[in-house]
T-cell receptor, first 115, second 113 residues
């Protein structure tokens, strides 16, 4: 499968623990996005990379959240000291260099449950 | 700012019924408009898009026309099938940045035989 893959698909953790999610984008895509989706809501933008550079971060992304894309390929999203309000589906998406295409390719998401 | 407002669901229709899901937007500049669909157990995928005013996006029997005068991008299908049951998201991105996509809250559609 050459689509966007995310790992793990489900994570249950206790409040205060750290969690890390990984995203492998489509190999030729240079743009990578993280979104958060809660029940009954649309995806909310968290952050965006072009190659290895993190170019935008949402105000939603508190200092407990950090994202990296060290070699411009896969990306990780870490949440430190998790809170119950962090429970959500974390979506990764990638897109190609053609800005006019505008299509995002999404992974199936990583569902986080904080107890 | 940029935002999308779409019709709240859930929507339940009988097979072969006509579907409309309303979407209006607020944006600075000249946005591109999209409909994404999420089938049960799957990730979001692009259904159709339109990049300028009066463009019509179409795919799988679905259509939406970019109406700048009414800031709308309503999704329509003339005859829905059970396999169209999914959650539909309207979204926009600004063409001069292309970085952030703004999504609506989603409309759940169930088609019954």
């Amino acid at each position: 499968d050459t689509g966007v893959s995310q790992d793990p698909r489900h994570k249950i953790t206790k409040r205060g623990q750290n969690v890390t999610f990984r995203c492998d984008p489509i190999s030729e895509h240079n743009r990578l996005y993280w979104y958060r989706q809660t029940l009954g809501q649309g995806p909310e933008f968290l952050t965006y990379f072009q190659n290895e550079a993190q170019l935008e971060k949402s105000r939603l992304l508190s200092d407990r959240f950090s994202a990296e894309r060290p070699k411009g390929s896969f990306s990780t999203l870490e949440i430190q000291r998790t809170e119950q309000g962090d429970s959500a589906m974390y979506l990764c998406a990638s897109s190609g260099a053609d800005r006019n295409t505008g299509e995002l390719f999404f992974g199936e998401g990583s569902r986080l449950t904080v107890l | 700012g940029n935002s999308v407002t779409q019709m709240e669901g859930p929507v339940t229709l009988s097979e072969e019924a006509f579907l409309t899901i309303n979407c209006t937007y607020t944006a600075t500049g000249y946005p591109s408009l999209f409909w994404y669909v999420q089938y049960p157990g799957e990730g979001l995928q692009l259904l159709l898009k339109a990049t300028k005013a009066d463009d019509k996006g179409s795919n799988k029997g679905f259509e939406a026309t970019y109406r700048k005068e009414t800031t709308s991008f309503h999704l329509e299908k003339g005859s829905v099938q059970v396999s169209d049951s999914a959650v539909y998201f309207c979204a926009l991105t600004r063409t001069n940045t292309g970085n952030q996509f703004y999504f609506g809250t989603g409309t759940s559609l169930t088609v019954i035989p």
